[in-house]
């Protein structure tokens, strides 16, 4: 059982219902994630399991060859009390009709008010061996030309690009060791040419249809960010990753003709000339590769624009605050 909240977890306890969960034979586990990236409860290879989780990709659970199937609660539960896939409108009892708390546990007791700025400027953070300052990004120059590290197909999800499960995720505040796992499940060499072009300068890669799917995990963005990752063309992002991408400055464009996917292959150069003047006079960008020219779009807005001229939302608001 893994609780979505504290709240959540104080609620099974004040009711009576977690005494029943533990003593029917669950796990209770932290309330976070945990079993949804494979954060434990890590299944029998190569062997059947349901889990009620909202994503599902090979090696999701922290078991490579994993066979996950997704079911609902309610199958789970009755799953679990008859040992085999159950439906539970088959059961030889009444269906339970479940609602949620009159008065819902709302605890603010652990928030603590911040110190006045020029105390907290005083204040040193302490932090264990594996937690890492946040890298810094400079913005990306008027003029580019970037080497095609890779080039992908559609419905690339964020686990491929930044895979989790317990050898992933506890370097989450370790944002240099992390990016040694981008792009793993997809192609093992990606790091080592992104760590050899990056000390030159950044590249570039290619994406289909729906590129950066599924999870809407920031380090998908910010790790490939750390390795140099410049600019992504795809012919259509997933909005939450797209989003992301923009927040730590790394530019999305789509092809306005999605037959120049072929032409942009790896191991060639892209070239960007006048960037921030095109991003503000349009909703196209040209590239020029193979000595053919491409028109790209977006959809950035003008302060999309403004936070890839600072390299980053992070760097925008530090800019701000500095002011």
């Known amino acids: 059982i893994n609780p979505t909240s504290r709240e959540t977890l104080e ?6 219902h977690l005494i029943s969960l533990i003593h029917s034979g669950a796990r209770i586990h932290q309330a976070g994630c945990n079993g949804c990236i494979g954060m434990g409860q890590a299944p ?8 009620t989780v909202p994503r599902n990709f090979p090696g999701r659970s922290g078991t490579e060859d994993d066979r996950v ?58 932090k264990g061996g594996n937690i890492v300052d946040l890298p ?33 995720l506890p370097f989450r505040s370790n944002i240099p060791r992390i990016s040694d796992f981008v792009y793993q499940p997809v192609d093992a060499e990606y790091v080592k040419r992104a760590k050899e072009q990056k000390k030159t300068g950044g590249h570039l890669i290619v994406g289909g249809a729906n590129y950066g ?9 910010l790790a490939p960010r750390y390795l140099g990752l410049s600019v992504v063309i795809s012919k259509s992002f997933a909005r939450i990753h797209w989003q992301n991408l923009v927040n ?7 092809f306005a003709d999605e037959s120049d996917y072929d032409r942009l292959a790896p191991g060639t150069v892209a070239q960007i000339r006048e960037l921030y003047s095109q991003l503000r006079a349009g909703n196209t960008v040209e590239v020029l590769s193979g ?16 936070v890839l001229e600072a390299g980053g939302l992070v760097n925008l608001k530090r800019n701000t605050i500095a002011r």
């Not at 029998?44 to 889990?51: E, G, H, P, Q, T």
């Not at 609660?73 to 009159?102: M, N, Q, W």
């Not at 730590?248 to 789509?254: K, N, R, S």
């Not at 000595?291 to 403004?306: D, I, T």
């Open 11 to 16: 609620e099974l306890a004040q009711n009576g």
């Open 44 to 51: 029998v290879a190569d062997k059947l399991s349901l889990r």
């Open 69 to 126: 199937c997704l079911v609902n609660p309610e199958t789970a539960a009755a799953s679990a009390l008859k040992g085999c896939v159950t439906d539970p409108r088959t059961l030889d009892f009444p269906y339970p009709k479940i609602s949620g708390p009159a008065n819902p546990v709302v605890n603010d007791e652990m928030f603590v008010r911040p110190l006045p700025p020029e105390e907290a400027k005083d204040i040193e953070i302490e």
């Open 136 to 168: 810094e990004f400079t913005p990306l120059p008027e003029s580019l030309a970037l080497p095609i590290l890779l080039r992908v197909g559609d419905d690339v999800s964020t686990d491929e690009i930044m895979p989790a499960g317990s050898r992933v």
């Open 213 to 221: 799917q599924g999870s809407s995990r920031e380090h998908a963005a």
């Open 248 to 254: 730590w400055g790394i530019l999305p464009l789509t």
């Open 291 to 306: 000595g053919k020219r491409m028109k790209m779009c977006h959809q950035l807005s003008p302060n999309q624009v403004e």
